[in-house]
């Protein structure tokens, strides 16, 4: 459902994306794991063109673009197919929580206010935040906000979800919370791709692992095959980083 | 002049100034309402960054945040009819009041472009990609996710300019406008109670200002009711600069993508 093809991007003379192929299916939740600086966010944010590659294909259902020669109407259709969840969640801070989440409904998809207002607090209700219908985000916690923001991007209905690391910017004691929200949607069989440094929740909920390391990407599989069995050097030395023995034994 | 003050002058004379109320706040709000577009106009270019407008949007500022605000009645009341006469518009007979108009309208424009681009960089940049990100147009987001932030930030500064503009207007007496300032020097004429008049011009002036003072800090704490209402919103000026750092500070924590 969801194809990229040859993607490339370069900032200046430096190329972050070396030609990146991905095909997504369906209800699939793809974790793209990496070292920072790998390209991972970049390629993320090329999805829905928040970031615009050099060169390449990007189709999501029936919207496609040709990176070499994008139309904004093309990007525009992308847009429309896809929803994102930022790492710094990035609401729009003069509008409630409620309000957040049916900004997209109202202004883009055109669905009438009363329609959008009862949809809007179902899916806060569903996020834990049934009773925050009315709070402006700076009277949020940041996991409160994050949930916010999925809820915006479930609002949406779109054919992927784009997680770009939603809990790194948390405190450890708020991550459980957003993670178990997106726990819970993945079970929706609603398709996402998540880039994240959270190892043990990338092995427990996603279908497939994507690792990427220096603009390309180096090896994918199934979770459990994935962390039992790397089959690249770049990935055992990735991964014995991530591990707590490497973390801890300075 | 009598040997002291006499106050009864002053009541006089600040009851007989009240009429003269209208036209002073006239020229106020007229020129802030027209001040206001010609701002919004100036600083689209330069927010934009379009060649040739940012260069002339540019100049246009300098001018009128560089030259006095007397020496700009009196080009405009004298250099705009002749300007006119170029395109054979003749307005001879148009009221002084048009040019006092313009000339502040076109004075308040060169701040409020200023204080406009300045407030639209302050709104974080992640959230007009949230707002592509849901979907937006360019111009949807602009209208829906920055410009009300914009606005609410630009309020302190936008406060400062309309009080700096009532107290301008008292120098529109000089082209023979008869506002407040205009009438509070012939008022005395018969009494030569000069002294008594402008204390009766100045307890008007400062009252005035002190009630758009308040009705302005109620304005402004209605459009910053998102943010938590804590000391920043007595010294609006320190809640923009810590604003503005925090917006700073997510930048520099995203991953190389944001920053362009």
Same mark, same amino acid.
């Given at each position: 459902?969801?194809?990229?093809?040859?993607?490339?991007k370069s900032f200046g003379k430096q190329e972050v994306l +070396?030609?990146?192929?991905?095909? @997504?299916?369906? =209800?699939? #939740? $793809?974790?793209?794991?990496? %070292?920072?600086g790998?390209g991972?966010?970049?390629?993320?944010?090329?999805?829905?063109?928040?970031?615009?590659?050099?060169?390449?294909?990007?189709?999501?259902?029936?919207?496609?673009?040709?990176?070499?020669?994008?139309?904004?109407?093309?990007?525009?259709?992308?847009?429309?197919?896809?929803?994102?969840?930022?790492?710094?969640?990035?609401?729009?801070?003069? +509008?409630?929580?409620?309000?957040? @989440?049916?900004? =997209?409904? #109202? $202004?883009?998809?055109?669905? %009438?206010?009363?329609?959008?207002?009862?949809?809007?607090?179902?899916?806060?209700?569903?996020?834990?935040?049934?009773?925050?219908?009315?709070?402006?985000?700076?009277?949020?916690?940041?996991?409160?906000?994050?949930?916010?923001?999925?809820?915006?991007?479930?609002?949406?209905?779109?054919?992927?979800?784009?997680?770009?690391?939603?809990?790194?910017?948390?405190?450890?004691?708020?991550?459980?919370? @957003?993670?178990?929200?997106?726990?819970?949607?993945?079970?929706?069989?609603?398709?996402?791709?998540?880039?994240?440094?959270?190892?043990?929740?990338?092995?427990?909920?996603?279908?497939?692992?994507?690792?990427?390391?220096?603009g390309?990407?180096?090896?994918?599989?199934?979770?459990?095959?994935?962390?039992?069995?790397?089959?690249?050097?770049?990935?055992?030395?990735?991964?014995?980083?991530?591990?707590?023995?490497?973390?801890?034994?300075? | 002049?009598?040997?002291?003050?006499?106050?009864?002058?002053?009541?006089?004379?600040?009851?007989?100034?009240?009429?003269?109320?209208?036209?002073?706040?006239?020229?106020?709000?007229?020129?802030?309402?027209?001040?206001?577009?010609?701002?919004?106009?100036?600083?689209?270019?330069?927010?934009?960054?379009?060649?040739?407008?940012?260069?002339?949007?540019?100049?246009?500022?300098?001018?009128?945040?560089?030259?006095?605000?007397?020496?700009?009645?009196?080009?405009?009341?004298?250099?705009?009819?002749?300007?006119?006469?170029?395109?054979?518009?003749?307005?001879?007979?148009?009221?002084?009041?048009?040019?006092?108009?313009?000339?502040?309208?076109?004075?308040?424009?060169?701040?409020?472009?200023?204080?406009?681009?300045?407030?639209?960089?302050?709104?974080?940049?992640?959230?007009?990609?949230?707002?592509?990100?849901?979907?937006?147009?360019?111009?949807?987001?602009?209208?829906?996710?920055?410009?009300?932030?914009?606005?609410?930030?630009?309020?302190?500064?936008?406060?400062?300019?309309?009080?700096?503009?009532?107290?301008?207007?008292?120098?529109?007496?000089?082209?023979?406008?008869?506002?407040?300032?205009?009438?509070?020097?012939?008022?005395?004429?018969?009494?030569?109670?000069?002294?008594?008049?402008?204390?009766?011009?100045?307890?008007?002036?400062?009252?005035?200002?002190?009630?758009?003072?308040?009705?302005?800090?109620?304005?402004?704490?209605?459009?910053?009711?998102?943010?938590?209402?804590?000391?920043?919103?007595?010294?609006?000026?320190?809640?923009?600069?810590?604003?503005?750092?925090?917006?700073?500070?997510?930048?520099?924590?995203?991953?190389e993508?944001?920053?362009?």
């Amino acid at each position: 459902m969801i194809a990229l093809k040859q993607i490339r991007k370069s900032f200046g003379k430096q190329e972050v994306l +070396k030609g990146i192929d991905l095909a @997504v299916e369906k =209800g699939e #939740v $793809v974790a793209i794991l990496g %070292p920072s600086g790998s390209g991972k966010t970049t390629l993320l944010r090329c999805i829905n063109y928040l970031e615009r590659p050099g060169s390449g294909h990007i189709r999501i259902g029936d919207a496609a673009v040709d990176c070499g020669h994008p139309s904004k109407k093309d990007i525009h259709r992308l847009r429309g197919r896809s929803a994102m969840v930022f790492q710094q969640y990035h609401l729009f801070r003069h +509008k409630t929580a409620l309000q957040n @989440v049916m900004e =997209g409904l #109202v $202004v883009v998809q055109n669905v %009438p206010k009363e329609e959008a207002r009862r949809r809007s607090a179902e899916l806060l209700e569903k996020v834990g935040l049934g009773a925050k219908l009315d709070a402006y985000p700076s009277q949020l916690s940041g996991g409160q906000q994050q949930r916010v923001g999925i809820a915006r991007a479930l609002a949406l209905n779109p054919d992927v979800i784009l997680f770009d690391e939603p809990t790194s910017a948390l405190d450890p004691e708020l991550v459980g919370e @957003v993670l178990s929200v997106i726990r819970k949607i993945a079970r929706e069989g609603i398709t996402m791709i998540i880039v994240t440094h959270e190892m043990a929740f990338a092995q427990e909920v996603a279908s497939r692992i994507v690792f990427m390391d220096d603009g390309a990407v180096i090896e994918e599989g199934e979770p459990a095959e994935f962390f039992r069995s790397p089959r690249e050097e770049r990935t055992k030395q990735f991964l014995k980083r991530m591990t707590p023995e490497g973390v801890y034994n300075i | 002049m009598g040997a002291s003050v006499d106050v009864s002058y002053v009541f006089e004379y600040f009851v007989r100034l009240l009429p003269s109320v209208g036209i002073t706040l006239e020229i106020v709000a007229l020129s802030l309402l027209i001040g206001s577009a010609v701002g919004m106009l100036v600083a689209l270019p330069r927010l934009y960054r379009i060649p040739v407008l940012q260069r002339l949007s540019q100049v246009y500022v300098s001018f009128f945040r560089g030259t006095p605000l007397l020496i700009q009645l009196f080009l405009i009341y004298y250099g705009l009819p002749e300007l006119l006469k170029l395109v054979h518009a003749d307005v001879s007979r148009t009221p002084v009041l048009v040019f006092v108009v313009a000339a502040y309208a076109l004075h308040s424009g060169a701040f409020i472009s200023e204080a406009i681009r300045a407030a639209v960089g302050a709104v974080d940049r992640g959230q007009v990609e949230a707002g592509y990100a849901i979907g937006m147009t360019g111009f949807q987001a602009f209208r829906r996710i920055v410009l009300p932030q914009a606005i609410a930030v630009a309020m302190p500064v936008f406060g400062n300019l309309v009080i700096a503009n009532l107290k301008d207007t008292s120098l529109a007496f000089s082209l023979g406008i008869m506002e407040l300032t205009g009438k509070a020097q012939t008022l005395p004429t018969m009494s030569q109670r000069f002294f008594e008049s402008y204390l009766a011009l100045a307890l008007l002036y400062f009252i005035l200002s002190f009630i758009l003072q308040k009705g302005l800090y109620r304005l402004e704490r209605r459009l910053l009711r998102h943010e938590p209402a804590d000391g920043s919103a007595s010294s609006p000026a320190k809640g923009r600069r810590a604003r503005r750092r925090e917006a700073a500070a997510r930048l520099n924590l995203t991953e190389e993508g944001a920053l362009r």
